[in-house]
């Protein structure tokens, strides 16, 4: 294992035991826990589907910005039917 990926599961391992030890310490009750638990991992999912789809969106925008339409680029363009056969 290299020592950058040992490192990452580290800090992972840490900060997973951190949390477990903040909830298990923490004033509040066990239900008030898991919905406070629950109302974040939804929040963070409805945040990351909207990332994503920004994402998406910058991307298909940028190649449709980026690459030419090609029935634009080759409408200028003929073959007669010898021209075509010769090349297959």
Known sequence: MSRGLGTLLTGI??????????????????KENRQWIEDKSHRILEDGEKKIGEV???????????????????????????????DV
Do not use: C, M, R, W
């Open 56 to 86: 998406s969106k910058t991307i298909k925008k940028s190649v449709k910005d980026n690459l030419p339409d090609l029935y634009e680029a080759t409408e200028l363009l003929h073959f007669e039917d010898e021209e075509l056969e010769e």
């Open 13 to 30: 391992a840490a900060f997973a035991g951190g949390f477990v030890a903040g909830l298990l310490l923490t004033p509040k009750s066990g």
